[in-house]
DNA sequence: TTGTAGGCGTTATCAT
DNA sequence: ATGATAACGCCTACAA
């Protein structure tokens, strides 16, 4: 039999209110009944039914991390953080994976609502107009990580800069024939942005058929390499949307015997640990996903607080990490 | 003002009884009624609270998780297998890290308990008897995933054999120098015993100065392999308890000025897409996180439909990826 | 087929 | 300082 509040009630010979009350910590209670119902407790073993306490209360310490894969690398850490600072605040957290499934989205921030989440993070996805229509209509706080939105505050490094910083390495070291490799599910990108601003800022023209879209993934950036080798014109350096996509780009130089950095230069993203222990070792846009996720939830957590605060969207700083993969030309 | 099932009633102009029949698709309702009753529930946008159903059927469907830190390689792909099949299923997940702090995973198990999850699945962990005891008191059901279990069904590949056989690819390919680099968090190696197995069933007698306890990382594989290659007796072959070390060997070596595989093998674990992506691409032992995910997911619903059930633990196979960082000599 | 009412385990108000 | 009791939003006998 799982033990409720009447159980301990009758076993320390007081009322439930006295019991919630010291479950509670509610101080007007009495020293020596207090010992007697922490005896009970005790005893019993009694815990506090969390549902119940969460119906009565209309609160449910508990958030919901909506994001396409929690097993992408870019992600993990972040709800790592997310997971870390809410678990030292009280808060649990649910998470939800869309894998890019129609709806599935959607699905998501219902069940967010219905469960009766505290509030929502989203991570790290584009957000389509139904969704941020879905997110208004559930009236819970949503804080965005890892990603801009104009709808809901969000906590984000600047991938204009970053990119725009990493295109200016490239061309400071002699560069001018420069590549970008975007990620194909990318509506509107940063990344591209920065870079193609790079370029112009330095006088040179991009060329439209090196700014390539593929999967970001290894498989995705040894492709799109593997595409640009195969032409007659061919960049000397290569950006890369993530790490992973750098290193399936460098693989594909070797395989076309070009040495990386000293026939073909290469820039990855995010930092991920292979970037450090590939060789060559990857130079890449390094930032703290995990501090991005912290930061996150504590955004959340301040506008749990108090729904009627405007919270202001945050841009964490990012580092160009010089490695091994680019050369002076 | 959140709309309640009252509302919906009141809309519809019939007792809240018949509303909560047509949203659990209670046959016996009336088409009429029921119609009129739809038209409320989408002009009014109900949604139910699932908290105030889950303290009336005792059942939450939700179900959590406690693993050291999702943000690993090898714990994140079962945690999408979990959520995948799970979301599939009607059922959510709440994440509990650990971090390896002590009574963390205690108060994980009661929260997964207070916040009345309907089952536990223990991710990739080391179980001890004070966890064991604490997840035996909660009296709802747990699987243990990725490792194995005296106390609780698991399911998990065979790292006994796993190694075992990787031992004996080394074995065959003409080393007899062989070390192995084991987690310094795993009290009792089921690698190791493979391992040590397969030598002595070869007839070599195991170097205990070679079986070395680091952190399992890039770091700690580069630390091990350089301590190995500092002294007067070298091995000729490694073998590491996670791909991440082995790249990381493989650094080390090549910085003593040795290749990989020409002068020294090394056999990795988990197949992390590093080890493909890796040059020299990495043989190691692959397995499917992802459908030991599902799998754990798939026993634990089926325990929760019958907690009388006795489930049988499962093994999961693997296989032995050959690829360029092993040499025959 | 539909409605009434009690209860799920808490918290909190109002008496005492 | 303590106790009765009415919510919280829903489901489900039981009655009609």
């Avoid at 370029?199 to 593997?226: H, N, R």
């Avoid at 032409?231 to 750098?246: F, G, I, R, W, Y």
Wanted: glycine share 4%.
């Amino acid at each position: 039999m799982v033990v409720k509040i009447n159980d301990v009630a009758k076993e320390a010979m007081v009322s439930i209110a006295t019991v919630s009350r010291v479950v509670n910590n509610i101080p007007i209670v009495n020293e020596e009944t207090r010992l007697r119902v922490e005896a009970a407790i005790r005893k019993l073993n009694y815990k506090p039914n969390a549902i119940a306490r969460s119906l009565k209360l209309q609160k449910t310490h508990t958030i919901a991390v909506i994001t396409y894969d929690i097993a992408k690398l870019s992600s993990t850490s972040a709800v790592r953080g997310i997971e870390d600072y809410g678990s030292d605040n009280n808060y649990n957290v649910i998470i939800f994976n869309t894998f890019n499934e129609p709806g599935k989205e959607l699905k998501a921030a219902d069940l967010a609502y219905q469960k009766q989440c505290d509030g929502v993070i989203v991570l790290g996805m584009d957000l389509s107009s139904e969704f941020i229509k879905a997110l208004s209509d559930l009236s819970i706080p949503v804080i965005v990580v890892s990603h801009h939105s104009d709808k809901f505050p969000f906590v984000s490094i600047s991938e204009l800069d970053a990119s725009y910083e990493a295109a200016c390495l490239l061309i400071e070291s002699g560069h001018k024939d420069i590549a970008i490799l975007e990620s194909i599910d990318a509506e509107q990108s940063l990344k591209c942005d920065g870079f193609t601003k790079a370029l112009e800022a330095a006088g040179i023209q991009p060329t439209q058929d090196w700014i390539v879209k593929v999967p970001i993934t290894y498989e995705g950036g040894f492709e799109a390499m593997s595409r640009l080798l195969e032409e007659d014109n061919t960049p000397t350096a290569v950006l890369c949307a993530n790490d992973d996509m750098a290193c399936g780009a460098i693989r594909a130089a070797e395989q076309h015997n070009l040495r990386v950095p000293d026939d073909i230069s290469v820039i990855g993203f995010y930092d991920f640990p292979i970037s450090k222990w590939n060789n060559p070792a990857i130079t890449t846009i390094g930032f703290n996903s995990y501090e991005l996720g912290r930061a996150g939830m504590k955004m959340l957590i301040d506008l749990m607080g108090d729904p009627q605060a405007v919270s202001e969207s945050m841009t964490l700083p990012h580092t160009l990490i010089e490695r091994n993969s680019v050369k002076r030309i």
